[in-house]
């Protein structure tokens, strides 16, 4: 079984930190039904940027396990795992990990640690020249979380106008430089799809 989908998430933006490039992550987790989700992670890179790292020797953009996209102007890779929530509850890497859990009343929660996120994203954090260069590569650029269900109940992110997901969108500059403001857990209570 691929890793879990936050320590994936992690990894990436790792990889996005090294490269400087331009880049949004997009992490979901859905809550099929009282026992089983799905974890999707999309990376979109600039195509210009992915051809700067391919030319650099570094191709850790996408595995070769996940789809790897290809187009004139961006360039994807989606990775999604699906399982148990034991299966997705596992992290792999010893870092702490998303939690979903059945609760009693058929709902799920699901937590996410951005709190350990954003201090890893940051525990490398650039000199302020290369921050300063950084910063218009990354404007605009994010790392989302959704989790989505039938039906979101309580979150601390911000609920779709169809109450069906929930989303926190951190700005990645925030991010490495530390200053995001995100709670320590990111959480939704859903009900799910099936």
Not at 74 to 98: K, M, Y
Not at 171 to 182: D, Y
Request: glycine share 8%; proline share 4%.
């Amino acid at each position: 079984m691929k890793p879990a989908i936050i320590a994936r998430a992690a990894g990436a933006l790792m990889l996005v930190a090294g490269l400087a490039a331009c880049v949004d992550v997009d992490v979901k987790m859905e809550v099929l039904d009282s026992e089983h989700g799905r974890g999707s992670i999309v990376m979109t890179m600039d195509r210009q940027f992915y051809d700067m790292a391919q030319a650099q020797g570094n191709a850790d953009f996408c595995d070769s396990e996940d789809e790897l996209t290809v187009g004139d102007t961006v360039v994807t890779c989606a990775s999604v795992t699906e399982g148990t929530f034991d299966e997705l509850n596992e992290s792999g890497s010893g870092e702490p990990g998303p939690q979903v859990i059945a609760q009693a009343d058929g709902t799920v929660r699901v937590t996410l640690p951005t709190g350990t996120l954003v201090q890893a994203a940051s525990a490398d954090k650039p000199d302020d020249e290369t921050l300063t260069m950084m910063q218009s590569m990354f404007e605009g650029k994010f790392f989302r979380i959704t989790v989505a269900g039938s039906e979101v109940l309580d979150s601390n992110m911000e609920i779709s106008d169809d109450g069906k997901s929930a989303t926190l969108a951190i700005p990645f500059f925030e991010m490495i430089t530390g200053e995001a403001e995100v709670p320590d857990e990111a959480y939704a209570v859903v009900k799910p799809i099936n």
